[in-house]
């Protein structure tokens, strides 16, 4: 009662399903569902796994209008690329499919990430962060919610994919140092705190296939585990084609989640400059 929408600070009459009804529909018959937090699974009263028949909704205040937007800008041109990729597991050969269901998955990555989504897989608020949310983005960027409204994605925006098998060992990561992700500060306003998002779905083989998506304002970085070969960027400069069924299988005790992590080091830019690179700024930059 009471909640305004994120976008327009209207009256929310229309909540947003950050995972919407068609998309949940591919895995109406995969349950039952269980849910974690913080890698552990959350439990019942009495001990027992907490459990659903139908995978869990994520809710996002949201008004008529912002709501409507939404589904014209990004949900309606995503369905059929995303049922081919994640349901029947077929190659998207179009780039510009690749490129509906690489901003849907930005878009949709990002909301999830915001401090007032309700997810329906916790029972109470003492389940969660002080938000009431699980894996927020504190300080959450405005720019991003300003730019979904208006049909585009937010730049310095990032989105990988990547595929794990439960059931089998796969590659071993590569030696990487963790990215720290910078809070960036420019004389003409621009600038912000990076924040990393991971999340996995289960496709019809057994496998899963991971989307990680990073906010990097003002700050070029890479992927370490991109040089090889064991991730495929997404978004910006979608690839021609891509095919999740032919991609290197990472091991399922892979550390890509914690690739990406909040420094806590502010870089200060001069008007024009941009921050460089995976560790902290260089010495004299900060």
């Not at 919407?20 to 552990?40: C, I, S, V, Y």
Request: charged share 20%.
């Amino acid at each position: 009662m009471g909640e305004v929408c994120v976008f327009c600070g209207s009256a929310s009459d229309a909540p947003e399903h950050v995972y919407p009804r068609w998309f949940l529909k591919l895995w109406d018959q995969a349950g039952p569902f269980t849910a974690k937090l913080d890698g552990e699974l959350l439990r019942t009263r009495s001990g027992a796994p907490l459990t659903s028949s139908k995978t869990w909704r994520v809710m996002l205040p949201c008004c008529k209008s912002c709501n409507g937007d939404l589904d014209r800008f990004f949900e309606k041109p995503a369905k059929r690329p995303l049922r081919t990729l994640l349901r029947d597991v077929q190659p998207l050969e179009d780039v510009a499919d690749v490129r509906r269901a690489a901003r849907w998955l930005v878009k949709t990555l990002a909301l999830a990430a915001h401090p007032s989504v309700n997810h329906t897989a916790f029972p109470s608020r003492s389940a969660m962060d002080g938000n009431g949310s699980i894996s927020s983005w504190g300080e959450y960027p405005r720019i991003v919610l300003d730019s979904f409204k208006i049909d585009e994605i937010p730049p310095d925006m990032s989105l990988w994919a990547a595929v794990t098998d439960p059931s089998n060992p796969g590659l071993p990561d590569p030696p990487f140092q963790e990215v720290i992700l910078r809070r960036t500060y420019r004389p003409d306003g621009m600038g912000g705190s990076g924040r990393p998002s991971t999340t996995g779905f289960g496709l019809p083989d057994g496998r899963l296939a991971w989307f990680q998506l990073v906010y990097h304002p003002l700050h070029d970085l890479s992927h370490p585990f991109e040089s090889a070969g064991l991730v495929t960027r997404l978004w910006p400069d979608p690839p021609a084609t891509f095919d999740i069924s032919n991609r290197p299988v990472l091991d399922h005790r892979t550390r890509l989640s914690d690739v990406f992590v909040d420094g806590l080091i502010a870089h200060y830019l001069d008007p024009g400059e941009r921050s460089i690179g995976n560790g902290p700024p260089l010495f004299g930059q900060i």
